[in-house]
């Protein structure tokens, strides 16, 4: 959009909010809450807002500061986090809208939503009217007004990561889980991994968040449980050097050109404004997963346009019940082949990017994390530590394994987790890690180093 005004975005435990920051005004952390207040109504904060995700019975790592002018540093699709009261109308619904009370013809009093009120004013739809906005325009102003909210789509272009590798073992256990499930059923995950300085990235693990699925879409499962093992996981990948470097999907076989769902493409313009603080190139990368007609298992790996992250922003795309289109949003206009469009096909977004495949630094033993037959127990963890000292493993090789790392969150605090990944850095975990370590396994006190 032009400097008339930009978006904000609340990532709260009910959705994400979209909130208008208008122009000429610095965006301190007062002026968002009054935006807040006047846009969303309905909406109580109980939690800082933050520029960094946190749980809701810990404090912020990065919150936002009183008098502080972060005009730069929230630029145009950036996110915030923070929690909301659960009684808060979701993101989108109505009552989540300003409202309004008006007198009827026959002496009733009404509410009426923010379109209802403006409806006939309105500047575009779901718009205040130009007046309310400010009170003189010129047509230079009016003009890039207008502009703001056209779209002019274009193909999606080359893709800013030029390649990705996957983890040979990650990728197999992954497609693996589907297949089981005759591919079925969908299922998503995030990758960790880096990013080269040839803008390539090259994945080391997969991690599979609680989820609930069915043959069409997924759905993350908002608990605290869920919420401490996420930030777990961000933890654990900070220690080892890594990052959320893409997210990996799988579903059932498609029909012909339906490849990305309004959920998928609305996801993972998310995930990419997030990695990219903002409408910014970004490596953060898109792998899918399915079979073909001859049941053969097909990877293939996209980044969308920053087109698509512009208009996903800015509100202007919605879900439709059409699969692999997006609807645009009533405020907005599209423009395609020099037609107006109500609704886009989300191929127009997808920039191809290749793969490979190469083994990583850590070992993949241990059972994957909140899947359906796959039980992480001490048992488990004693056998993979049974491999020590035979065909060249040692302690440290055989601990060097997420799933595993991410087993002994539910036992040690996260302090004595990050000295056994320092000990796994080292080649040398301390003696007594390993005693508590191979006595909760069950492993006999002869440790191999």
Known sequence: ????????????????????????NPITLQFIADQ???????VTLTSPLSFRPY???????????????????????AM?????????????????????????????????????SVSGQA??????????????????????????????????????????????NEAQSFQSYLRDRQFHQCRMGYMYGRVSEGEEVEVEFVYEPMQEADDTSFNLVETE???????????IANLLGLKKVGWIFGHPP?????????????????????????????????????????????????????????????????????PGFCKVNETFTAIVEGKEAKKIDNAFWLQNVAIKQGEGQFVSWFPKVN???????????????????????????????????LYLTKFFPMSDVSNIIEGIKKKKIEDGYKIMISSMAGVDGDIKT
Not at 11 to 23: D, F, H, K, P, S
Not at 36 to 42: A, K, M
Not at 81 to 110: L, M, W
Not at 371 to 400: N, P, V, W, Y
């Open 1 to 24: 959009m032009s400097a008339l005004s930009s978006l904000i975005r609340l990532r709260t435990n009910l959705g994400v909010y979209r909130v208008q920051m208008a122009e000429g």
């Open 36 to 42: 807040i207040s006047s846009q969303l109504p309905g």
């Open 55 to 77: 749980s809701e019975t810990a404090s912020p790592s990065d919150p936002l500061a009183e008098g502080t002018d972060y005009t730069t540093r929230l630029p145009n699709g």
């Open 80 to 116: 915030l986090y923070t929690f909301v009261d659960p009684n808060s109308p979701p993101p989108g619904s109505e009552a989540s809208k300003a409202t309004k009370k008006t007198i009827t013809k026959d002496g009733n009093v009404e509410l009426q939503s923010y379109e209802q």
């Open 123 to 168: 500047f575009r739809p779901g718009m205040l009217p130009l007046r309310s906005m400010k009170k003189h325009w010129t047509l230079q102003e009016f003009t890039e007004m207008d502009s703001a909210f056209q779209f002019k789509i274009k193909g999606g272009g080359a893709s800013f990561c030029k390649a990705v590798k996957l983890e040979v």
């Open 225 to 235: 449980e869920a919420e401490k093992e996420r930030e777990n996981v961000e933890e």
């Open 254 to 322: 498609r029909e012909e050109g339906f490849i990305f769902s309004g959920e998928e493409v609305l996801t993972a313009a998310e995930l990419q404004l997030e990695a990219a603080d903002g409408v910014e190139d970004t490596t953060f990368v898109t792998v899918k997963v399915t079979v073909d007609a001859e049941g053969k298992a097909e990877f293939n790996a996209f980044t969308l346009s920053k087109q698509a992250m512009e208009m996903v922003a800015e509100g202007a795309l919605e879900l439709m019940a059409e």
């Open 371 to 405: 899947r359906d037959g796959s039980i992480q127990t001490h048992a488990a963890l004693g056998s993979q530590l049974s491999k020590s000292g035979k065909k060249g493993f040692t302690f440290e090789d055989c601990m060097s394994d997420f799933q595993a790392l």
